[in-house]
């Protein structure tokens, strides 16, 4: 049976489609952030590996779960987060949860409808936020915001990578009832463009992640650590931006991912709507 260490693909919190631990955050907390995003990392490397027996995915996941809890030290990953999380307080839901997500990757390949996958999302993507808010002593308060920006995140991301996760991981998050509404199927992903009826529905998907976004548009301005403010904005900025361009794109055939180019244009080009925003939300 192959290791954790086998299934990796190499990718860094560099490497990410949105900003992770970036510089914006206080560098007292991004160590912790960066040792839950490694072990994240890791277990989405395992869940995602195109070749690997689901029982074995399973099996290693088992393993970095009790490495979490305490029952083993066998994933020094693990075992390096429970201590960051015992240093700090912190509870380890939301590790536990995003394993769970990462167990439905291995054994669930189709959503049903926008409810599954926004159930999904509860697990995959809006334990993310949570925890960086509990790391920054942020309130739970701000939890309906946060969740509603990282299931937008998410959702894009899933609406990018849709023809790969079908070519190599026969995986699909676009649901099924949105598919056969617009008369299509799953097998469209497979093909070098979008069909018209695709591209009705990864647009109608994008309008029902612009909600989300339109949901989540107060919560910069709502966390109280401005650095964490400044990132969070930044990342409601460029999901805006991909989501704008997921409406109109095609992405089996062209690129919807932002370079580091257009990514610095957009914060410097938000830079002035974040300080007014501040301002206004301080008086």
């Not at 189709?110 to 409810?115: E, I, Q, S, V």
């Not at 199927?185 to 070098?192: F, R, T, W, Y």
């Not at 109109?248 to 062209?254: E, G, Y």
């Not at 180019?261 to 938000?270: E, I, K, N, V, Y």
Request: charged share 25%; aromatic share 6%; net charge neutral.
């Amino acid at each position: 049976m192959s290791s954790i260490a086998d299934l990796q693909s190499g990718k860094g919190h560099k490497d990410e489609n949105f900003p992770v631990a970036s510089v914006l955050i206080a560098p007292r907390h991004r160590p912790p952030v960066l040792a839950f995003y490694r072990f994240v990392r890791m277990a989405d490397d395992v869940a995602d590996h195109p070749t690997a027996p689901a029982e074995q995915k399973l099996a290693l996941l088992e393993q970095m779960r009790a490495s979490l809890e305490g029952r083993s030290d066998a994933v020094p990953e693990g075992a390096r987060l429970r201590a960051v999380l015992a240093e700090r307080g912190l509870d380890p839901v939301h590790a536990l949860d995003l394993l769970e997500a990462f167990r439905r990757d291995v054994t669930r390949l189709r959503y049903a409808d926008w409810d599954g996958l926004m159930d999904y999302c509860r697990y995959s993507a809006m334990p993310v936020g949570r925890f960086v808010l509990d790391v920054h002593g942020e309130s739970p308060a701000l939890w309906p915001a946060n969740d509603a920006l990282c299931a937008a995140l998410q959702v894009i991301n899933h609406l990018q990578d849709c023809g790969k996760d079908y070519r190599t991981l026969n995986r699909v998050y676009i649901p099924q009832d949105a598919l056969a509404a617009a008369g299509t199927g799953v097998e469209a992903l497979g093909a070098d463009r979008s069909s018209p009826e695709l591209l009705r529905v990864i647009a109608g998907l994008a309008a029902r992640t612009a909600r989300l976004l339109e949901t989540s548009r107060p919560f910069g301005g709502a966390i109280r650590d401005l650095r964490l403010a400044l990132e969070v904005d930044l990342i409601q900025t460029l999901a805006g931006d991909l989501n704008r361009l997921l409406m109109t794109r095609d992405p089996l055939s062209q690129p919807v991912h932002h370079s580091k180019s257009d990514a610095a244009g957009l914060f410097l080009a938000r830079l002035p709507g974040f300080a007014l925003m501040r301002l206004k939300n301080r008086r």
